[in-house]
């Protein structure tokens, strides 16, 4: 995590959270990732090639504020998933597993619905039902994934600890245990052909 933009102290921080559109202040690191940044996490690699030629629209934002002590170096995320699909599949974060297999992370939804992905890849599998005020812990080990099924778009917040890492490589070869499809204006779960 580039840690450059925020200075280390050890007085208290606070810091401005907006509900409605996830946005902090101060905000010192945002990501956008568009459809060409999660070709790979897709099923359909037809309609990802139709999304980018269209337009390539922006799936999710990411916010995140590294707070650096002399101690400890926890991390504040908050992540705005956008409404609507790529073929049949919803709009989702790319998701990950963590570099180090101790740490655990805190999932609080404040806007919008769908559900958070658990798979710990060796057949243990969560979908949780998400809706504003739902608090997810995710244990260690567990790859975890957010799938934005409304019409409006989805806003968590997370706590991690700066040193857990990010690690993509299971997610992208073999993905989670189901897809989460748009089938009759509904999410269905289909396994993943990949598993
Ligand atoms: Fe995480």
């Known amino acids: 995590m580039d840690q450059s933009k925020t200075t280390r102290t050890n007085l208290p ?12 202040f101060p905000s010192p690191h945002l990501d956008v990732r568009r459809v060409s940044d999660l070709a790979a996490v897709f099923s359909d690699q037809e309609a990802v090639e139709k999304a980018i030629s ?23 995320g908050s992540s705005m998933i956008l409404p609507g699909t ?7 974060t790319k998701g990950h597993m963590h570099e180090r297999d101790d740490q ?3 999932y609080y939804c404040v806007q919008g619905e769908g559900f958070l992905l658990m798979d710990d890849m060796k ?4 979908a949780a039902p998400w809706k504003p005020g739902i608090i997810t812990h995710i244990p260690p080990q567990y790859a975890h ?15 991690f600890h700066v040193s857990a890492g990010h690690v993509y490589g299971a997610v992208i070869e073999k993905g989670f245990a189901a897809l989460v499809l748009r089938r ?4 269905e779960f289909i396994p993943n052909p990949k598993r």
């Open 104 to 106: 655990s992370e805190i």
């Open 13 to 24: 921080t606070t810091l401005e959270f907006n509900l409605a559109n996830g946005q902090f």
């Open 123 to 126: 057949g243990e599998f969560q």
């Open 184 to 187: 009759g204006g509904k999410p």
């Open 54 to 76: 269209d337009g390539n629209p922006i799936v999710y934002e990411i916010r995140h504020y590294p707070f650096l002590t002399e101690k400890t170096d926890m991390a504040l």
């Open 145 to 159: 994934r957010v799938v934005n099924t409304g019409c409006v778009p989805l806003v968590f917040v997370s706590t």
């Open 86 to 92: 790529v073929g049949d599949e919803y709009f989702m």
